[in-house]
């Protein structure tokens, strides 16, 4: 293995930290900002817009560039927009250092994963991905309980100063170690979507979309839901984040073997059902139980549900790349634009249940969504194999 490889996925673990640690910080920087926790939710969903965005729009744009100063200029781009929300005096500036964050996050994740292919060869395409994806894994397990950890000590601030300092030394890092002139292929928007025609990927781009909407509708606001719900103190927050992050690197690394033995479609579905399940009990639980209990529930819950919810990202990728193989560059990198659209709809749609409902209403609303993943992956999977029959009859 290259090891330079690793540099990139510090890479994504420093920018995917941003994206998961808002959880934790939205009722701090909802008082100090003098809103409500539902809009400071507008935050995440900036930022996941701007990712969402960024990653197609930026790349079709600098394609062709030096991939060395693209990765670094878009990381010191994110350094500046970290600094800008730690030095922000209003909701707005925080709002504008979202989308500069985003789209610079965007840019840097479908860069790295190009050029980690370049690096790797293309016999080693999955596994140079998979290792710089691996840095968004290690955001959830890791990243995000220490922000939220430098939160309880310095402040929401502290958060972003921290994440501005480790931005800095991987630019730094990456400057240093990756090679001159290796340059992009320059590939116009309608080339880069052109890949959703392709037979299994539209489908399995919308059960990306749901599942990621449902999830993130208990996610993002995980405080709330912890505090006001559950009755657990904000010092619960970095325990509560630990525990779903390890779930996610077990959930994370045991995909794999579990797709390869035993399907990554019988993967997917066991995580969509897996997910209504976590839904269900975590509204039901925050209804029925005392506050003690409901409190020991969420705590209990939180490590299956890490396992569950991140046994999903990489059986989907194997599932999305096995529809197209030749331009699974491309279908990555619109699978993950799927996932942060996602993120995005799930935080303003949690928002929303949050104005109008209580926080341990959230997951009622939240098992809608994998519901429909199921009936979209099902009648996916039905038209793939009509589509085989024909193409054996003729």
Not at 54 to 64: I, K, Q, R
Not at 220 to 231: E, H, T
Not at 265 to 279: D, G, M, Q
Not at 288 to 316: E, K, N, Y
Request: proline share 3%; with cysteine.
């Amino acid at each position: 293995m290259d090891k330079r490889l690793i540099w990139l996925a510090v890479g994504s673990f420093t920018m995917s930290t941003v994206g998961f640690v808002f959880s934790s910080l939205l009722p701090s920087i909802a008082a100090d900002t003098h809103t409500t926790i539902p809009r400071a939710g507008h935050l995440i969903t900036l930022f996941a817009l701007s990712y969402a965005i960024g990653a197609p729009l930026l790349s079709a744009l600098a394609g062709a560039a030096d991939r060395r100063r693209l990765l670094v200029a878009a990381m010191l781009t994110f350094v500046v927009g970290n600094c800008i929300a730690a030095t922000s005096i209003s909701f707005a500036t925080l709002l504008f250092a979202q989308i500069v964050m985003g789209m610079a996050s965007g840019l840097f994740a479908a860069t790295a994963q190009a050029t980690a292919v370049s690096l790797a060869g293309a016999e080693h395409r999955a596994l140079a991905i998979s290792i710089v994806v691996g840095g968004t894994t290690f955001a959830v397990a890791l990243g995000a309980p220490l922000g939220a950890l430098i939160a309880a000590f310095w402040g929401w601030r502290g958060t972003f100063g921290a994440i501005a300092l480790l931005g800095l030394s991987c630019a730094a890092v990456l400057w240093l170690r990756l090679p001159r002139g290796l340059s992009g292929t320059k590939l116009t928007m309608s080339e880069r979507f052109g890949a959703i025609g392709r037979p299994g990927v539209a489908s399995s781009l919308s059960v990306t979309f749901l599942y990621l909407t449902g999830g993130f509708m208990i996610i993002s606001y995980l405080a709330p839901l912890a505090i006001d719900g559950a009755g657990l103190s904000q010092l619960a927050l970095p325990g509560l984040l630990l525990a779903f992050g390890v779930g996610a690197v077990i959930g994370n690394l045991s995909s794999g073997y579990l797709a390869d033995r035993l399907g990554a479609t019988r993967v997917v579905t066991a995580s969509l059902i897996s997910a209504l399940v976590v839904s269900l009990m975590i509204a039901t639980g925050l209804h029925l139980l005392t506050r003690d209990l409901a409190g020991l529930l969420l705590i209990g819950i939180m490590v299956p549900w890490g396992i569950v919810g991140w046994a999903f990202p990489p059986a989907q990728a194997s599932r999305i790349v096995g529809f197209a193989p030749e331009v699974a560059h491309l279908t990555l990198s619109l699978n993950a634009s799927a996932i942060y659209l996602g993120i995005a709809t799930g935080t303003a749609i949690g928002g929303r249940v949050l104005e109008n409902t209580a926080a341990a209403d959230l997951g009622f609303f939240a098992a809608l969504f994998p519901v429909a993943s199921l009936a979209v992956l099902y009648a996916g999977l039905r038209s793939h194999r009509r589509r085989l029959a024909t193409v054996a009859a003729e």
